[in-house]
């Protein structure tokens, strides 16, 4: 359970505030309308993709004896998968790159924004440089200690986010009220 909970928050970061980074830069006249576009990334990858994953491992019986095979992770779920559909391993090595890829640009984003809001525009090339060296240095090491050093930052970084949000709680419940009586008596503005 405790494995899951580490690969689901890492997965989807709920919780951790690093979605609300990307969410802030979007130009909205409507904070609630974004904030529950955001509630759709959890849903799908937790409860959609994780859960489908999880099943076709359960169903296929290729979580029994994967200890022995040494397969876990991607390996397992390629070898699940596969025992279904011969070309899903392919599938599915395309698609951890461009996961891989796309985390790594969405976590230098979040990155950047902090770095800019800690130290101002004058230092950027600093953090570039030190995202880099990072990212060299998380390609040539241990995946294990990648992935423990990765879930000690999301832990860490999770607490100032549930204490900013239980602060926060009230402002959001008045602009969530404030949003769906609006929705409901028809006054939201129609874009064409």
Known sequence: MAQGIRRGI???????GSAAIAHSAARTDEPVREGIVALLEPFIDTVVICNITGLVCIVTGAYMGSSAAGLNGVTLTAAAFASVMDWFPILLSVAVCLFA???????SYYGERCWIYLFGDRTILLYKFIFIVCA??????????????SDMMLFVMSFPSMLGGLLLSGQVAISLEDYWSRLNADQMPVYR
Not at 10 to 16: D, L, R
Not at 101 to 107: A, C, E
């Open 10 to 16: 890492f997965s989807n970061e709920a919780g951790v």
């Open 101 to 107: 890829f796309s985390t790594m640009i969405s976590w």
């Open 136 to 149: 060299f240095l998380g390609a040539v090491n241990d995946l294990g200690a990648i992935l423990a050093f």
